[in-house]
T-cell receptor
Framework: KNQVEQSPQSLIILEGKNCTLQ??????????LRWYKQDTGRGPVSLTI?????NTKSNGRYTATLDADTKQSSLHITASQLSDSASYIC?????????????FGTGTRLTIIP | NAGVTQTPKFRVLKTGQSMTLLCAQD?????MYWYRQDPGMGLRLIHY???????AKGEVPDGYNVSRLKKQNFLLGLESAAPSQTSVYFC????????????FGEGSRLTVL
């Protein structure tokens, strides 16, 4: 069964610090990997989408990396802000699969404290 | 543009009651999806649609029905609500099927007593 495992489950860091969230997946074959940010009580919002041929992708202070060989991805947040407090969800898709076949992780809940 | 709009945002039902969740998108997207989100679990697909007049079952379709009579609207119905359907429901849409970014609504929190 295709799985997406995220770690840690939760993380608390001081404002201004950097952090890295991890995503391991077993989806095979693999097509693309996405990171979403979900604020409390809101819907997920897309941060990055990477295909199997991409190693890194940035969106402002968010940088996602992908190692398709080890089936690992990470999301690095630089100079964290209070507004970064949210859940971050890793989502994986296989080739020839549409969005109806996405596998969602359970998310990492990030809390930024002043 | 409003993007994806869900109504209602909150609803409390008694076991056995019926209700309909409405999802509307103004981005002219072909593909629309209904998910449920439960604590400790990833989003799970209930039903989806690849265009006006079409619907298909997702991972957890039992107890739900859907309709897509108009391209911009995707309705999720519960005919006889059960406590196990207590959840947060998200609608999403995408322009393309494979790598198209999913745009989510704000969610509808449903409690079944």
């Amino acid at each position: 069964k295709n799985q997406v495992e995220q770690s840690p489950q939760s993380l608390i860091i001081l404002e201004g610090k950097n952090c890295t969230l991890q995503c391991n997946y077993t989806v095979s074959p693999f097509s693309n990997l996405r990171w979403y940010k979900q604020d409390t009580g809101r819907g997920p919002v897309s941060l990055t989408i990477m295909t199997f041929s991409e190693n890194t992708k940035s969106n402002g202070r968010y940088t996602a990396t992908l190692d398709a060989d080890t089936k690992q991805s990470s999301l690095h947040i630089t100079a964290s802000q209070l507004s970064d407090s949210a859940s971050y969800i890793c989502v994986v898709s296989g080739p020839n699969f549409g969005n109806e076949k996405l596998t969602f992780g359970t998310g990492t809940r990030l809390t930024i404290i002043p | 543009n409003a993007g994806v709009t869900q109504t209602p945002k909150f609803r409390v039902l008694k076991t056995g009651q019926s209700m309909t969740l409405l999802c509307a998108q103004d981005m002219n997207h072909e593909y629309m999806y209904w998910y449920r989100q439960d604590p400790g679990m990833g989003l799970r697909l209930i039903h989806y649609s690849v265009g006006e007049g079409t619907t298909a079952k997702g991972e957890v379709p039992d107890g739900y029905n859907v309709s897509r009579l108009k391209k911009q609207n995707f309705l999720l119905g519960l005919e006889s609500a059960a406590p196990s359907q207590t959840s947060v429901y998200f609608c999403a849409s995408s322009l393309t099927r494979n790598t198209g970014e999913l745009f989510f609504g704000e969610g509808s929190r449903l409690t079944v007593l």
